[in-house]
């Protein structure tokens, strides 16, 4: 336990949470942070980029504008220093391809200190001397404080399971199953209908797929509402309105506010409606048909294909498929503590950690050393938490608290609205 290197803070994980504060906290500090990621080196939901998706969030939400916009980490200095400036700005995007902002998060990982990837941590312990984390037997770190950013990942629901995973499979494996999708006039179910059950449904369009099934359960395809007032929602001043409220007040409103960031983006629905009319108009018939208001609740083996069993409006429906792609959404990957780190946590009602407003986790014997939760207060912080679009913001008032200074001065004074 003596040849380990020690640092003032360790992150799990090096997305663009963790990168974020990194980026800052390298500038503004002189203390060394570390970031441990499982991943072979710097790659964001790659599985699920294809050529032609977009990002949900503006290119000046990027790691470090909003809280210091003369950082040589902004998207601004990457699209400069790779001359891609005039051929972005030409191309008149209404938002940025997302290959595009992978490539920006890589070039900006390359750039900051001590990130070390492969390395899966799967034991956090708290000592006296502060956090230990370790990769297997071996003990990577010690810090004084941790800042948890481990994102989140794919699942298959239970009414899904069990099916044969070339038929059956999550929307991150449609790329590597493609090739063997050899039938383009087989049945094909998309099930999910937010950004990546879309996206999906492009992706089998644009490979000559001719029978597309999508599925929803909400009564349309709702996209995002994009509204200046619902963008005020994505504002500083609103995440501390919302630390304000009781609890749960704050569930309710933020279970309310759900549309302003948890939908389609108008553009890719748009884009595909015309896409399947296009469709239409070369075939004669739709290559997608659009199913909301279905509930799949199973699904069985038939001969060489599928079946679909769904609710519908006052009606039960069965639909053949030979392929079913999964888009049922993300769930928060497990934090790995220890046991004895885990018994010392404070849970809330829903046995989910509590995080307070400066994104520190409640738990007992903290004896000056905090933990850190970024992405994971979706009901504390509102739907800020999970997204791109206050990284730099939240990642400041981490910095912030974990050292007792201000760091950052985080300023959102001139709103019009008094929520
Ligand atoms: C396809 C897709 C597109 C999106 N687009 C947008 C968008 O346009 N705008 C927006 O605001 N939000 C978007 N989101 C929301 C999403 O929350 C953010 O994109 C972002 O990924 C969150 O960053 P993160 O760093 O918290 O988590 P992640 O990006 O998930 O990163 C977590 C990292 O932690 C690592 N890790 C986890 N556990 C361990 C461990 N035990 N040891 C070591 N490493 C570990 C993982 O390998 C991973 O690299 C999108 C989400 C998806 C899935």
Redesign the pocket.
């Given at each position: 336990m003596t040849d380990h290197p020690s640092y003032f803070a360790v992150g799990?994980?090096?997305?663009?949470?963790?990168?974020s504060l990194a980026a800052l906290f390298e500038t503004a500090t002189t203390k060394r942070i570390a970031l441990?990621?499982?991943?072979p080196g710097p790659?964001?939901?790659s599985d699920?980029l294809y050529s032609g998706v977009r990002?949900?969030?503006g290119w000046l939400k990027d790691l470090v504008s909003l809280v210091d916009p003369r950082h040589k980490l902004t998207f601004h200095n990457y699209l400069v220093t790779t001359g891609r400036l005039y051929a972005l700005l030409n191309a008149q995007f209404d938002a940025i391809p997302?290959i595009e902002?992978q490539r920006y998060l890589t070039w900006a990982a390359e750039q900051i200190n001590d990130i070390y990837y492969s390395?899966?941590?799967?034991k956090i312990s708290l000592t006296d001397d502060g956090f230990v984390v370790y990769s297997g037997d071996r003990v990577m770190a010690q810090a004084e404080h941790l800042v948890l950013?481990?994102?989140?990942q794919p699942f298959l629901p239970e009414e899904f399971s069990g099916m044969p995973a070339d038929k059956v499979f999550i929307a991150d494996d449609l790329r590597k199953r493609l090739p063997a999708m050899t039938d383009r006039d087989a049945p094909v179910a998309v099930v999910g209908a937010g950004?990546?059950g879309v996206e999906c449904v492009f992706r089998l369009l644009g490979a000559g797929f001719t029978n597309i099934q999508w599925f929803g359960r909400k009564q349309w395809f709702q996209s995002i509402d994009d509204s200046p007032i619902a963008n005020d929602m994505y504002r500083p001043s609103h995440v501390d309105f919302l630390q304000g409220l009781t609890r749960s007040t704050r569930k309710q409103l933020i279970a309310d506010h759900k549309l302003t960031?948890d939908a389609l983006t108008p553009g890719a629905l748009r884009a595909l409606y015309q896409a399947n009319y296009d469709g239409m108009l070369e075939l004669g018939r739709y290559p997608v048909t659009l199913l909301p208001y279905r509930d799949v609740t199973g699904i069985a083996e038939d001969g060489d294909g599928l079946v679909l069993r769904c609710t519908a409006p006052d009606r039960r429906e069965e639909h053949p498929a030979r392929y079913v792609v999964v888009a049922a959404g993300?769930r928060s990957?497990p934090m790995?503590f220890d046991d004895d780190l885990r018994e010392r946590l404070d849970l809330d009602d829903d046995n989910e950690m509590i995080v307070e407003s400066d994104y520190a986790v409640s738990f007992k014997g903290m004896n000056g050393h905090r933990i850190y939760a970024?992405?994971h207060s979706r009901y504390s912080h509102g739907l800020t938490n999970?997204?791109?679009?206050q990284l730099p913001v939240r990642a400041a008032r981490v910095i912030n608290s974990m050292t007792g200074e201000e760091v950052f001065r985080i300023a959102d004074e001139l709103t019009s609205v008094r929520w």
């Amino acid at each position: 336990m003596t040849d380990h290197p020690s640092y003032f803070a360790v992150g799990i994980g090096a997305g663009p949470s963790n990168l974020s504060l990194a980026a800052l906290f390298e500038t503004a500090t002189t203390k060394r942070i570390a970031l441990f990621d499982r991943q072979p080196g710097p790659a964001w939901h790659s599985d699920l980029l294809y050529s032609g998706v977009r990002m949900q969030t503006g290119w000046l939400k990027d790691l470090v504008s909003l809280v210091d916009p003369r950082h040589k980490l902004t998207f601004h200095n990457y699209l400069v220093t790779t001359g891609r400036l005039y051929a972005l700005l030409n191309a008149q995007f209404d938002a940025i391809p997302r290959i595009e902002y992978q490539r920006y998060l890589t070039w900006a990982a390359e750039q900051i200190n001590d990130i070390y990837y492969s390395v899966n941590i799967d034991k956090i312990s708290l000592t006296d001397d502060g956090f230990v984390v370790y990769s297997g037997d071996r003990v990577m770190a010690q810090a004084e404080h941790l800042v948890l950013g481990v994102g989140t990942q794919p699942f298959l629901p239970e009414e899904f399971s069990g099916m044969p995973a070339d038929k059956v499979f999550i929307a991150d494996d449609l790329r590597k199953r493609l090739p063997a999708m050899t039938d383009r006039d087989a049945p094909v179910a998309v099930v999910g209908a937010g950004q990546t059950g879309v996206e999906c449904v492009f992706r089998l369009l644009g490979a000559g797929f001719t029978n597309i099934q999508w599925f929803g359960r909400k009564q349309w395809f709702q996209s995002i509402d994009d509204s200046p007032i619902a963008n005020d929602m994505y504002r500083p001043s609103h995440v501390d309105f919302l630390q304000g409220l009781t609890r749960s007040t704050r569930k309710q409103l933020i279970a309310d506010h759900k549309l302003t960031g948890d939908a389609l983006t108008p553009g890719a629905l748009r884009a595909l409606y015309q896409a399947n009319y296009d469709g239409m108009l070369e075939l004669g018939r739709y290559p997608v048909t659009l199913l909301p208001y279905r509930d799949v609740t199973g699904i069985a083996e038939d001969g060489d294909g599928l079946v679909l069993r769904c609710t519908a409006p006052d009606r039960r429906e069965e639909h053949p498929a030979r392929y079913v792609v999964v888009a049922a959404g993300r769930r928060s990957v497990p934090m790995p503590f220890d046991d004895d780190l885990r018994e010392r946590l404070d849970l809330d009602d829903d046995n989910e950690m509590i995080v307070e407003s400066d994104y520190a986790v409640s738990f007992k014997g903290m004896n000056g050393h905090r933990i850190y939760a970024l992405n994971h207060s979706r009901y504390s912080h509102g739907l800020t938490n999970a997204g791109l679009t206050q990284l730099p913001v939240r990642a400041a008032r981490v910095i912030n608290s974990m050292t007792g200074e201000e760091v950052f001065r985080i300023a959102d004074e001139l709103t019009s609205v008094r929520w």
